[in-house]
């Protein structure tokens, strides 16, 4: 799988993030726990920035994939002084955001493949634009979630294969949802703009 994230790291794209997302999925230990990014997410609002840098350790390799994750991280290598780390974090943050929306433009005909049920509002952050409600469409052997704004507009997400894993069950907690401070700002720091 090193090859395949380091091919990935060093040019983001669809293909590239669709690999590392399978060699993810199919190790047979996977379990990406929302509850361990909404405990995360409690450690940061708690300012225990140390029990978090543990925490999120602990979550890898899991959670490569994820800019949420990342943008955590970032945030928590400010906090903690070590700009070295904090400026990897953003490079990692950027790279899996520029591969996740990549994959699709978030149409019914194109969606967003995400890795982790979180990809789909950080996607959103960075689009600028908020859920108002969810709803889980399967079609076929493949499902759907699709989140709708304010406005009425709709962004699919392909998540087949999520709902299987033991670790993608729905969290009760929405702290997962809220992203880190500046999560766009963060990623844009890093790679500048390429949306």
């Known amino acids: 799988m090193e090859d395949i994230l380091q091919a990935f790291l060093e040019r983001p794209s669809a293909r590239g993030y669709r690999a590392v997302r399978q060699a993810l999925l199919d190790q047979p230990d996977f379990q990406a726990d929302v509850k361990a990014l909404a405990e995360v997410a409690r450690l940061c609002n708690r300012q225990a920035f ?56 978030g149409s019914q005909s194109r969606p967003f493949l995400v890795t982790y049920v979180s990809d789909q509002y950080d996607v959103l952050c960075w689009l600028g634009d908020e859920a108002a409600s969810q709803r889980l469409v399967a079609a076929g052997n493949r499902q759907f979630d699709v989140l709708t704004t304010a406005t009425g507009r709709e962004y699919w997400f392909e998540i087949s294969g999520l709902l299987d894993s033991p670790g993608h069950q729905r969290c009760r907690s929405r702290a997962w949802k809220h992203a880190p401070p500046s999560l766009r700002e963060l990623a844009l720091t890093s790679r500048g703009s390429w949306n």
Not at 69 to 84: C, F, M, P, T
Not at 85 to 99: N, T, V
Request: hydrophobic share 45%; with cysteine; glycine share 10%.
């Open 50 to 105: 140390a029990a978090a840098a543990e925490r999120i350790h602990g979550m890898m390799p899991e959670w490569l994939l994820s800019p949420r994750v990342h943008g955590y991280a970032a945030w928590i290598a400010e906090e903690l002084g070590d700009g070295e780390d904090a400026e990897l974090e953003r490079f990692l943050l950027s790279s899996c955001l520029q591969g996740l929306l990549d994959t699709g433009d």
